[in-house]
């Protein structure tokens, strides 16, 4: 009979792990996963409290508004042939510097030359429409540009524009 229960014991399967055990490891599996995330919140949201520091202010290359110079008020006479039209336009330029730059006054003549020659080779037809007006203050940004030999044009506004 001693010979059976031997045989009977090496016959019969492993026995399964205690349930305390595979929980034990779920248990500590999932406090891993969650201290990992919390880590990771911590990481990317930074640390709090007396040591964190304050964020740097961004250095901004240029101002958002740069510096505005009004030229005198111009009056042309349009290309038009069929009738005589008159535009009466007031342009203000903007600079991408702070301050007006030296050359834009030392050229002021030859700003003044190019921006009448533009405007008296327009058609009303041609300025007339807001896309029209566009292209006039695209042409007239590249033309000061030019003269300046340096993008220092930002931008073009009309402050008056009469055609009649």
């Not at 730059?101 to 921006?115: C, K, M, N, W």
Request: aromatic share 6%; charged share 25%; glycine share 8%.
């Amino acid at each position: 009979m001693a010979e059976e229960t031997a045989q009977g014991e090496a016959a019969a399967p492993a026995a399964p792990p205690p349930k305390g055990r595979a929980r034990l490891v779920l248990i500590g599996g999932a406090a891993l996963v969650l201290a990992g995330a919390g880590g990771v919140g911590w990481y990317l949201m930074g640390p709090r409290g007396a040591t964190a520091k304050p964020p740097e202010p961004a250095v901004q290359a240029e101002p958002a508004v740069g510096a505005i110079e009004s030229l005198e008020t111009f009056i042309a006479n349009l290309a038009d042939e069929e009738e005589k039209r008159y535009l009466k336009a007031t342009v203000q330029v903007e600079f991408f510097a702070a301050t007006v730059p030296h050359e834009f006054s030392a050229h002021g003549p030859q700003v003044r030359d190019l921006l009448l020659t533009l405007l008296t080779s327009k058609t009303f037809a041609e300025i007339r429409t807001p896309e029209g007006k566009a292209v006039l203050r695209e042409e007239i940004i590249n033309r000061i540009n030019r003269v300046l030999r340096d993008d220092l044009v930002k931008a073009v506004y009309f402050t008056e524009f009469v055609v009649q």
